[in-house]
């Protein structure tokens, strides 16, 4: 059994509640999801299912959209609305807010929140931090494609829509953003409208799934359907199909055929195929 669900994540539990639901419902132990979501988020989290969970590495990357909600004039240890307040301010111009979005959209620079689970020396960020422990992150290099002010709720509580690269926290942009302005501001709800190809139009929640598990099982094709295709000739399957590294000419990722079989995810380097992902196995 392999394939992917695409998960509505209701706020409250942890991604990892979400797995360990799945796995009982499949009664199969290789399952994990494609990117976390706090507990105080919801929406879509991509759930691969037995050998679907080696395509990890590639859909975390994959582009992200989020609606969010961030109000301002206070915030929080966590950076949400779980926290404990930490402090108080003015709020800010309307025309403030628009004018410094342009600020955070392109690759920039952001620190995770110190309540996140990002491991250090072994543990989470956000364990050692719930043991009064001061966590310094290392910044990192994240990609913001979009962020757009979608409207105001109140004096205090602006919507956005966020399109970024894997890894991008978005209480930190609420962080940095307010920071920009000159006062504070916490995350007040978040949900993510998209992973990649899953997409919150066609997810389904877990109790959709415990009715109907297989026909909410996708393909592992799915994942990666917006991925153009490489077909290498049908005499060439033994040699692909026995690791030879077969002469080849594209550029970035390609689904890899061979006699109608996918046997995964391919870069061209060098003038030959590098198989990074072996699918050939998990398309049954």
């Known amino acids: 059994m392999n394939g992917f669900v695409n ?6 539990a942890t991604a990892s509640d979400m797995v360990v639901c799945l796995k009982k419902i499949y009664s199969i132990k290789k399952v994990g999801h494609m990117g976390t979501l706090d507990p105080g988020a919801a929406g879509v989290l ?3 299912v037995g050998k679907a969970t080696c395509l990890f590495d590639y859909l975390t990357a994959k582009r992200k959209t989020y609606r969010a909600w961030f109000t301002f004039g206070k915030t929080t240890d966590t950076l949400d609305s779980y926290g404990v307040v930490t402090g108080r301010s003015d709020l800010p111009e309307r025309s403030a807010v628009v004018g ?18 990002i491991n250090v020396n072994g543990q989470r ?3 050692l931090a719930r043991q009064g422990q001061t966590v310094e992150l290392k910044s990192r290099t994240v990609n913001v494609y979009r962020f757009e002010l979608v409207r105001t709720e109140g004096e205090a509580t602006y919507v956005f829509d966020i399109e970024c690269g894997g890894g991008t926290y978005i209480r930190s942009l609420c962080r ?10 916490y995350m007040s709800a978040l949900i993510r409208t998209s992973s990649g190809t899953f997409d919150l139009s066609n997810a389904v929640t877990i109790d959709q799934v415990r009715e109907r598990p297989m026909d909410c099982l996708l393909s592992v094709d799915f ?27 594209f550029t970035g990722y390609k689904k890899i055929y061979c006699n109608d079989i996918l046997f995964g995810l391919g870069r061209c380097v060098d003038g030959k195929l590098q198989l990074d992902y072996y699918l050939k196995d998990a398309n049954n």
């Open 46 to 48: 991509p759930v691969a």
């Open 223 to 249: 994942a990666i359907g917006d991925v153009g295709s490489y077909v290498f000739s049908g005499t060439l399957y033994d040699k692909l199909n026995n690791g030879v590294k077969l002469k080849c000419n």
């Open 7 to 12: 998960l509505i994540k209701p706020v409250g």
């Open 100 to 117: 410094a979005l342009p600020q955070f959209v392109g690759e920039i620079v952001q620190v995770p929140p110190m309540y996140s689970a």
């Open 125 to 127: 960020a956000y364990d």
């Open 176 to 185: 940095d953003l307010a920071e920009k302005l000159g006062c504070v501001a």
